[in-house]
Structure formats: C-alpha cells, structure tokens
C-alpha cells in the first residue's frame, strides 16, 4: 500500500486523512524500510503537509505512544518547541517551566535531546541525575508532588525508532520536527507551542483544535527563534474559546528591555546548564532572565492564570526574585537527582 501512496506523494498529489492512517501504520508497525521511509518523507516534505496529512500523522503518533494518565486536578501545560532555529540559545523553554510551575501553574513537559542546538531539555534533566527512561507511573507521581515533570520522546515514542534512519538521511526538517511537540504523552489540551515558520503560526492551532485542544499559544520572533525573543517584537495566534486570534507581542511594551540575541546564546552544555540555573536563581544577565520571563507570561495566560502578558511578566519576574523558582528547582532535583550537581553551581 505505501509504495502506491509514495507514488501519490511525488506527483504532488494530497493525501486524505485516512491514507496518512495507513502509511502511519505500516511505518510505526516496522513493515516499511529505510528507503520507503525516504522517500515518503522526501515527496511530503517537497510537496508540503496539508492539515489533514499532519492531523493523520499526529493520531497515529499518539496511537502508538506510550500513554500515562496524570493524577493532578487543574490546567495542565506543556511548553515548547520545534527547534531548528539553529541560532544556538540555552533552553528557554525549560527554564520557563520552572517559572511558570512556581508561579502555580502545572506543567508535563515533553522534550528530547537536541537535534540543532548545543543543549535540550532532555540533556538539562539528565544532567541533574533525573532517569529518562522512568515509567509512567512515577512520573505521574512527579507531577502530582512538584506540579512539573518530564517526558522523555524517546522513551514514549518508541516507534519513533522505524524512522530515524530516514529522518537522518533527509538532513532537513521534515513533519516529524513539527508533530513532535504537538504528540504530548500525556494528551495536555493547552500548551504553548514555538514554530519554526510563520507558516504554521495560525495552522497549528487549528489542527489542534480538531485533535480536541483549549488553549494554544503558537509563537515565532522576528529574528528568528522558535519561542518568544526580547531582541524582536514576535508573532503570536491564539485558540481560545475556539476562537484564533493573531498578535503581535512587542517586549518593551510589556515592560522588558530590548536585547541582543548574543545575549542569550551560548556554546557548550556546561553554559547551558548554568544559564538555566542562573536564570532560576537570578544571577543570570538581564536578557537570559527576560526571555524567560516573557516566554513563562505565555505559558501563565494558556494557563488561564494570567489574562495579559504584562500581567504574565509581572508574575514571572515576581516568582524569580523572590526565590520561589529555584526553590521549586532545589525540591525537584533533590527527589528526582543529585542535589550536589545542583549545588556545585548555585554554591560556587
């Protein structure tokens, strides 16, 4: 069936809901090989996704899924991005996490390796002793005691596995890099989701909104960075009430300060990793902690605790300098790591 469907693929011709099905599930099964698997990932990509082809995907991906069920009364969030942006920033969206959940938000953050940057959030969670491979059941008891956990794709998307000799041989983004941050294991309804085209700024949104999402919060900056930038004013759309409302998000009119991208990127893991602690703990530079902050007052309003983001930004900035977000950081790490890693850069 996949080679008929491939066929279709490079005469440009698009797929229904019900053909993606298919071909998702040979592929996920194990039933196609590498060059199939090229080749259908090649005439997609050249042709381009239509909504129905990504919405089929996405199913069959969280088909095939590991599943958990959470324990936690209220909003659940997730918080991040396609990546690919390749402009070599320290985890934002982690760091936002952390805020947000400080602030009294709920956040089941999924996330992997990096796949274009020097550090991603699985690398920041591994780093301070957390077990990516945990099962469902205690990350569900995670999240019920710190209202913050982490799921690891590659754990939950085992499947994922048929294709990632083909995603490799492909060397450029593919609907892969766009799905996966939409294929939650935990099935969150609201998330915050950071783009890597305008293209799918107002699209995402709406597939959601047919896969049963609430509140969504897509974001691209000017300057490039697939989540909410200090350095450019940065587009936003958002479902809300089934209703998509465009934006325009300017980081001075909310009361931050413009800054330069060189400002919040960084080179190696090591530089991450403190960035990420700093900017928790308030010892980081200005522009560290206010791209964090305004990326935390987008997860506070899809939260529905905050109605603005100058409402957001002032929480967020509120919850850093008053301690609560690396208190948040310090519990979590001492029941799920080793504190000393913890402690070795915020002790000096």
Do not use: W
């Not at 919405?55 to 324990?71: H, V, W, Y």
Request: some cysteine; overall charge neutral.
């Amino acid at each position: 069936m996949i080679t008929n469907l491939i066929l279709k693929l490079k005469e440009k011709t698009d797929l229904t809901y019900d053909q993606m099905n298919n071909i998702m599930i040979e592929i996920l099964s194990g039933k196609t090989n590498d060059k199939e698997n090229l080749d259908f990932l090649t005439y997609l990509t050249d042709k381009g996704e239509t909504d129905n082809e990504l919405l089929g995907m996405l199913d069959k991906m969280q088909e095939f899924a590991l599943k958990i069920g959470l324990k936690n009364s209220g909003k659940i969030i997730d918080m991040c991005g396609t990546g690919g942006d390749n402009l070599q920033t320290f985890n934002v969206s982690t760091a936002a996490s952390f805020v947000v959940t400080a602030a009294g938000g709920i956040v089941a953050k999924h996330g992997n390796r990096s796949s274009s940057g020097v550090c991603g959030s699985a690398d920041i969670f591994e780093y301070f002793g957390y077990d990516l491979n945990l099962e469902s059941e205690k990350i569900a008891t995670i999240l019920e005691k710190h209202n913050i956990c982490f799921m690891f794709a590659q754990k939950f998307h085992p499947a994922m596995k048929y294709v990632s000799n083909a995603r490799k041989q492909l060397a450029k983004r593919s609907a892969f890099n766009l799905l996966g941050p939409l294929s939650n294991p935990a099935r969150v309804k609201n998330q915050m989701i950071g783009v890597f085209s305008l293209d799918f700024l107002e699209r995402l949104p709406l597939i959601l909104k047919r896969n049963g999402s609430e509140n969504i919060m897509t974001v691209r900056s000017n300057d490039g960075m697939d989540e909410f930038s200090t350095s450019s004013t940065n587009r936003v759309c958002i479902l809300r009430n089934g209703k998509v409302l465009m934006n325009s998000i300017d980081p001075e009119i909310v009361g931050l300060h413009k800054s330069s991208l060189k400002d919040i990127q960084i080179k190696t893991k090591k530089e991450a990793v403190n960035a990420f602690v700093n900017v928790l703990n308030d010892t980081a530079n200005q522009a560290m902690i206010e791209t964090t902050v305004l990326n935390a007052a987008g997860g506070l309003i899809v939260s529905n605790i905050v109605k603005s983001f100058e409402e957001g930004v002032e929480l967020a900035l509120k919850t850093i300098k008053d301690g609560k977000a690396i208190k948040l950081l310090e519990r979590f790490v001492a029941d799920t790591g080793d504190i000393s890693k913890l402690k070795e850069i915020t002790h000096g």
